[in-house]
């Protein structure tokens, strides 16, 4: 629609443009599932609840999620193409990267870490921890069952940057 102005010229007003609402609406979209997107959800460190981050097709995530699950955590799923953007977001070390990333409290959890290590975690809430990892899907841990387990060792990442030995495991073979 065209107003007039005081000097009788014909004005076009913003609203008034093709697609201006389109675009505007969209714009809003986008912005909203960006948020949506990066925003990385804690659970306070007395809860056990945990967001797991996972890809969808990935079976021994599904199989770590039963782990938590039957060890009395309360799990959110959240399915997503690709790890990667939320482990940048929580800050785990690119060399620790796994399939699937947790958030619990303050604390990630990367990979294959049994339940009863996340909740020694979230009672000790050490305030020198950032997370915990089990680097490598090491065959046997929670999730990983299968022949030929390994002793593996589930690191700490520290607030300083250093990575220690969290605890040492023996993987499990699969039940029969």
């Known amino acids: ?8 010229q014909s004005i076009t007003t913003r609203s008034n443009r093709p697609g201006w609402w ?5 714009t809003v979209a986008v912005v909203a599932a960006a948020g949506a997107w990066f925003s990385v959800p804690t659970v306070g460190a007395e ?9 969808p097709t990935c079976g021994c995530c599904s199989n770590w ?13 959240v399915n997503v193409p690709n790890t990667r953007p939320i482990r940048e977001r929580v800050g785990v070390p690119h060399r620790l990267g796994s399939c699937h990333t947790g958030v619990i409290g303050d604390y990630w959890i ?4 049994p339940a009863d290590l996340i909740q020694r975690l979230i009672t000790e809430k050490p305030d020198n921890i950032r997370g915990i990892a089990a680097p490598g899907m090491p065959m046997g841990s929670p999730g990983m069952e299968g022949p030929n387990p390994v002793v593996y060792e589930v690191l700490a990442s520290g607030t300083d940057g250093q990575l220690s030995i969290y605890a040492t495991r023996v993987g499990k073979s699969s039940p029969k």
Do not use: P
């Open 22 to 26: 389109i675009a505007t609406i969209t």
């Open 47 to 55: 809860s056990t609840g945990i967001v797991v981050y996972k890809t």
């Open 110 to 113: 990367e990979g294959h870490v």
């Open 65 to 77: 999620i039963a782990h938590l699950r039957d060890n009395g955590f309360e799990v959110d799923v």
């Open 1 to 8: 629609m065209n107003i007039k102005s005081e000097s009788n």
